[in-house]
């Protein structure tokens, strides 16, 4: 047994080190070793109430296990060496792999939590909320039953390899800060409150400290804004949203061929792994098509609700993501990041706007969400806009305003779609600072063989009428938030910060603390 036990740490350290081009020798030589015992039987031995001692038929059924954990991570990974997790999922031939694996590690555990938490996000990403639920339930389980056993003060030399390190726990059985326990019950408040069931999310958001949600009928507005229905739609004067072909024809198909999902641009940019950056326009001369639709149609469209002889320029980025599975986008303020990251001051534009430029016509993509509150605020808000995606439609509010994006609704995207936006902030001061490229308000890179992207964004247009679409109030919900009913809990979980699009909050400085310091 020790020979299997030091051919597994062995190949656990090479896949480690090297991923998906790990040497094969390791993996040869520990199924040799495992080989010569072959066990057939399935256990689960942490539910057992006195484990004392486990059996080499045991541990060698745990070893199996985590290695067949391992070769799921690794085909999941080269699934993922040029897509995210939902195009890599849409290979329905490639991830059969993936799951073979996870079918044959839980042979060897039954209850293996991490194997049942990659279950759960995957049947997630897929639209499948109820059977993730479940497994995500399963897996917190059996991650309590572990820290049972390790709380009575049992150990063995392999545990840390085997167990505590892969679930994010001590050799005490304590939560260290990522964890599979945070993970899933965190996933499960998300997605019981996606399927409105906030009465069963409460007590688990006490577990993180939390002390407001957003309310629950924010959330069911939500789920009927995505199917369409708007009733009782009211707002303030500078919060519009313009239904119908804002941007003309030609120029509508040449930002969607730029910024299409398989265009140049989002490799180029190094899109998915660069962080956030922006590009400036001084609306001073039209160079671009970005900047023809800038300056000929959504600046004008601005100025039948506003004065907009303050606006210098304007700061342009563009977002893709698929829709099914998406659990939305995290609420935030738009800044100045490079002054927030120099030194601590905080500016927001005069307007911030967001273009909804393709993938929202066959698929019901999360409602944008809006909140009167500000970084100064010392309460929550009382008020929540919503604004239902539909292609072509603009929105605008105020810039220094609280907001992000809903969850794509379940069972409401059937195929694989991706949403394409395209955010506008329009800034009454010039935020350039020092322009680097691919940085917040960077610069336009010149054509060369890295940047072949910009042929598309350079592309020769007749002009085009400016639309005559009228804005439209949003959908006001009161109140926004929600205070939860404070209970005793012995335990509280870490936050992931992975996946905390902050609909759930401690206080109202939250926000502000997470723009100043990134908690």
């Given at each position: 047994m020790e020979l299997v036990l030091q051919a597994y740490h062995n190949w656990l350290e090479n896949t480690e080190n090297e991923g998906t081009t790990s040497?094969?020798?390791?993996?040869?030589?520990?199924?040799?070793?495992?080989?010569?015992?072959?066990?057939?039987?399935?256990?689960?031995?942490?539910?057992?109430?006195?484990?004392?001692?486990?059996?080499?038929?045991?541990?060698?059924q745990l070893i199996q296990s985590m290695i067949y954990l391992e070769k799921a991570n690794l085909a999941l990974d080269q699934l993922m060496e040029n897509d995210d997790l939902v195009t890599a999922l849409s290979k329905q031939t490639d991830y059969q792999e993936c799951f073979r694996f996870m079918r044959l590690s839980l042979t060897h555990w039954t209850d293996n939590p991490v194997i049942l938490a990659m279950q759960a996000n995957l049947l997630r990403v897929n639209g499948s909320i109820d059977a993730a639920l479940v497994l995500y339930d399963e897996a917190c389980a059996s991650v309590s039953a572990i820290r049972a056993v390790l709380a009575r003060g049992i150990y063995f030399d392999w545990l840390d390899m085997l167990i505590c390190s892969p679930l994010g726990l001590t050799l005490e059985g304590d939560l260290l800060e990522q964890n599979t326990l945070s993970t899933c019950t965190f996933m499960r408040c998300m997605l019981l409150s996606l399927t409105n069931q906030h009465d069963a999310a409460a007590p688990l958001l006490q577990k993180f400290g939390f002390r407001y949600r957003v309310h629950p009928s924010v959330w069911k507005t939500a789920a009927s804004c995505i199917h369409g229905h708007t009733p009782n739609a009211q707002s303030l004067s500078n919060i519009i949203c313009w239904k119908g072909a804002v941007v003309p024809p030609l120029l509508s198909r040449s930002l969607k061929e730029c910024f299409k999902p398989s265009s140049e641009y989002w490799l180029e940019t190094n899109y998915a792994n660069n962080g956030y950056f922006s590009f400036w326009t001084g609306l001073k001369e039209e160079t671009n098509i970005v900047d023809r639709l800038i300056q000929r149609h959504l600046l004008p469209m601005l100025s039948k609700t506003m004065d907009t002889s303050a606006i210098v320029g304007a700061e342009w980025w563009v977002h893709t993501r698929e829709m099914k599975g998406d659990i939305g986008h995290r609420l935030h303020f738009d800044t100045d990041e490079t002054g927030v990251e120099r030194n601590g001051t905080i500016f927001h534009p005069l307007v911030s706007s967001v273009l909804y430029l393709d993938g929202f016509d066959h698929a019901h993509a999360g409602a944008t969400v809006v909140f009167d509150q500000n970084v100064e605020s010392k309460q929550m808000s009382q008020n929540a806009w919503l604004c239902s995606p539909s292609n072509g439609s603009f929105m605008c509010f105020p810039g220094n305003l609280l907001h992000g994006v809903f969850p794509t609704a379940p069972h409401t995207c059937e195929s694989r779609q991706n949403r394409l936006t395209l955010m506008v902030g329009f800034w009454h001061i010039d935020v350039g600072h020092t322009r680097r490229l691919y940085g917040p308000c960077g610069f336009i890179p010149r054509r060369t063989r890295q940047h072949t992207w910009i042929d598309a964004l350079h592309v020769n247009l007749p002009l085009e009428d400016a639309s005559t679409v009228e804005g439209q109030?949003?959908?006001?919900?009161?109140?926004?938030?929600?205070?939860?009913?404070?209970?005793?809990?012995?335990?509280?979980?870490?936050?992931?910060?992975?996946?905390?699009?902050?609909?759930?909050?401690?206080?109202?400085?939250?926000?502000?603390?997470?723009?100043?310091?990134?908690?």
């Open positions: 040497d094969s020798r390791f993996e040869k030589r520990l199924m040799v070793a495992v080989e010569k015992l072959r066990p057939r039987k399935s256990l689960n031995p942490f539910k057992s109430k006195e484990l004392r001692q486990v059996s080499e038929f045991a541990l060698l109030a949003l959908q006001q919900v009161t109140p926004a938030w929600e205070k939860l009913q404070q209970r005793e809990t012995d335990e509280f979980y870490a936050i992931p910060k992975e996946l905390n699009q902050r609909f759930y909050c401690t206080n109202p400085e939250d926000f502000k603390n997470q723009l100043l310091f990134n908690q």
